[in-house]
């Protein structure tokens, strides 16, 4: 008996140790992070880290620990996802679960995280199926908003035959045309292209696309504390964005006293009639604050992104005349040049789109995305991230794949060619990104980038005070964003 019940007690002994193994070992698999590189106390990776170029770091340090890696940005941790494959694999075949948007500190300072760009949960889900259905009653895919983008570009038209040949930064120019886009959808007009308040607004939004190229913004993300009682560029950052939301809280006042339920005649109208539907509930996502949010993303989304590609694509054209040359021998043959380009004649004109897709791709405007994060546990390949963990799916290892761009650091519109010149699809275009958090603005973007662009060149041929082969086309690198070079062009009449 004695004997019988020591072994009894031995195999109970070895079963238990077998089962603690195996729940350790199944923790452990579970608990299997990506790799990266040693992260020190409070700084994280600065060390490893380049902040002036952090998607050339990036770059590097997938070659070493693969796709899927972590970096910390001081003590916040991210998980970078690096080439098409995993890109993919988690915006698109696990959207829900790399939904949320990360946060950095720069964006929470400057956001709050309440607007339809920065906010997650159910604030978000709201937020953007209201934008989403509001803008499309407003003209947003519809033709009543291509005949805005081409009435507009009919009045930037001729402001550009008006410099009568002298050379200038067209920068501004764009801007403003791009901007009034977005202005009669949200405030319910565009502004007159000298109208003062404007002028001043467009200032800020300039001013800070130069003020984010600097280090301390990037510095601001790793230690945003320190930062805040530091003075620098960031600061000045921050002030714009406080005078561009004074400025949306003011028009939102406008609106609030001369408001007709029946007849809302803008975004701002419609989100102050769903705010007085609401009124009764307690945890509505619909308030003034909401509200001023959400029109600050749409209307700093709305005019940056667009304007600073064609800026940029016009850099590139300079350089390349050859190009233009053909893009005009499609627009003279499709549209003539007696009427408007319209959204139809693209499917027409195959050239002219596989340049305006190569010069989405070469630019890279976004490089790291707009950051998201996973908003539950997740797993991830044979890895485990933790909720709130911030994701880099980072575009520019889409946009500058070699496997499907040959030579992807050349500007080249036979990346989206066939052989026999109509156009080719690629599934690593992904300048929009892909996902539940792909840009609610695409459609408007690609229509406003198409009709501009041909508008102008319909019109006018453009003069380098450079030699043509002397124009530097790589963009002004920052973690943020990618920006064109400064430049002055001539626009001849044709």
């Excluded at 920068?171 to 791009?178: P, R, S």
């Excluded at 549209?335 to 004109?349: E, K, T, W």
């Excluded at 709130?388 to 575009?395: A, K, Q």
Aim: aromatic share 10%; net charge neutral; hydrophobic share 40%.
């Amino acid at each position: 008996m004695l004997l019988l019940g020591t072994t009894t007690i031995f195999l109970l002994i070895c079963i238990s140790c077998l089962l603690l193994l195996a729940a350790r070992k199944s923790i452990s698999q579970k608990e299997k992070q990506p790799p990266g590189p040693f992260s020190l106390p409070l700084i994280g990776n600065v060390l490893h880290l380049d902040l002036w170029n952090l998607p050339e770091s990036l770059k590097k340090l997938s070659k070493k620990y693969g796709p899927v890696f972590t970096v910390h940005l001081g003590p916040q941790k991210v998980v970078v996802l690096y080439g098409y494959d995993v890109v993919k694999e988690a915006l698109i075949d696990q959207a829900d679960e790399f939904s949320g948007r990360g946060i950095l500190p720069l964006f929470r300072k400057l956001f709050q995280g309440t607007g339809i760009v920065t906010s997650n949960g159910e604030t978000w889900k709201q937020l953007r199926r209201f934008a989403l259905t509001t803008l499309r009653d407003f003209g947003m895919g519809k033709k009543s908003i291509e005949e805005r983008i081409q009435e507009e570009a009919r009045f930037l038209v001729e402001r550009i035959r008006n410099t009568r040949e002298q050379p200038f930064n067209p920068g501004v120019f764009l801007i403003h045309a791009v901007s009034n886009i977005i202005c009669s959808v949200v405030f319910g007009d565009r502004f007159d292209y000298e109208d003062k308040k404007f002028l001043t607004l467009i200032e800020l939004l300039e001013e800070n696309n130069k003020l984010q190229n600097s280090i301390q913004p990037q510095l601001y993300n790793v230690f945003p504390t320190l930062m805040d009682y530091l003075p620098g560029p960031h600061q000045k950052l921050i002030q714009n964005i406080e005078k561009v939301d004074q400025f949306v809280l003011e028009i939102i006042a406008e609106h609030q006293k001369t408001l007709d339920p029946t007849c809302p005649r803008d975004f701002i109208d419609a989100f102050l009639n769903k705010m007085e539907q609401e009124k009764e509930n307690s945890h509505s996502e619909f308030t003034v604050e909401t509200l001023s949010r959400t029109t600050l993303d749409l209307f700093l989304a709305g005019t940056g992104t667009t304007s600073i590609t064609l800026r940029h694509g016009l850099l590139i054209l300079m350089k390349y005349p050859q190009i233009v040359e053909k893009i005009q021998k499609e627009i003279d043959c499709v549209i003539g040049r007696n009427r408007s380009p319209c959204m139809a004649d693209r499917s027409q004109m195959p050239y002219t789109d596989a340049v305006i897709h190569e010069i989405q791709r070469f630019i890279d405007f976004l490089p790291l995305n707009v950051p998201h994060s996973v908003i539950k546990d997740t797993k991830f390949r044979d890895y485990y991230i933790p909720k709130d963990t911030i994701i880099f799916p980072m575009l520019s290892s889409v946009l500058h794949d070699s496997k499907e761009f040959p030579n992807p650091e050349k500007f080249d519109p036979g990346h989206f060619l066939n052989a026999n010149g109509t156009f080719k699809k690629s599934d690593h275009f992904m300048p929009f990104s892909a996902g539940k958090r792909i840009c609610a603005g695409e459609g408007l973007a690609r229509m406003e980038i198409f009709i501009f662009l041909t508008s102008i060149l319909q019109n006018f041929t453009l003069k380098s005070v450079i030699d043509h082969k002397d124009i530097d086309i790589s963009p002004l690198v920052s973690s943020l964003a990618n920006m064109p070079r400064p430049y002055e062009v001539s626009f001849v009449p044709r």
